[in-house]
C-alpha cells in the first residue's frame, strides 16, 4: 500500500507536484510577487496559493471554506486581475515561476524569443 503522490488536477491533465520545502517555499514567494504585481486581495491570495500548492479547481471551494459560487467568484476576480484566460494557464504560469526561481532556468525565455 503506497502513498499518493501529491498532483494538480487541469483540463489538460493531472500534473505532481512536489511537496519539498525549497518548492513550497519558492511556491510563497511567487504567491507574494502576485500579490503585490496583482494587488490580491486576502481572498485572491488564498485561491492563487491553493491553485499553485495543486488543489483542483473542483476542491478549491472546501479548501477555502467557501462556496462554490464564491469560489467561482475568487478565481474570476483572480484572472481579471492576472488577465489569464483560465485557471489552468494561470496555474501553469505560476509553476513556470516557481521552477524559475527554484532552478534558475527561464522557461519562458524561450517562448518570448
Known sequence: MGTAKPSHETSSGTFPV???DKLVAFTNEVVRDWQTRYRLTGADTNASHQSLSGTSRD???AALGVTESTA?????RLLKKTRDVSLD???IRGLREVFTKSSGVDLGAHARR
Open 18 to 20: 512536489a511537496k519539498d
Open 59 to 61: 476542491k478549491l471551494a
Open 72 to 76: 467561482k467568484n475568487e478565481v474570476h
Open 89 to 91: 494557464a494561470a496555474v
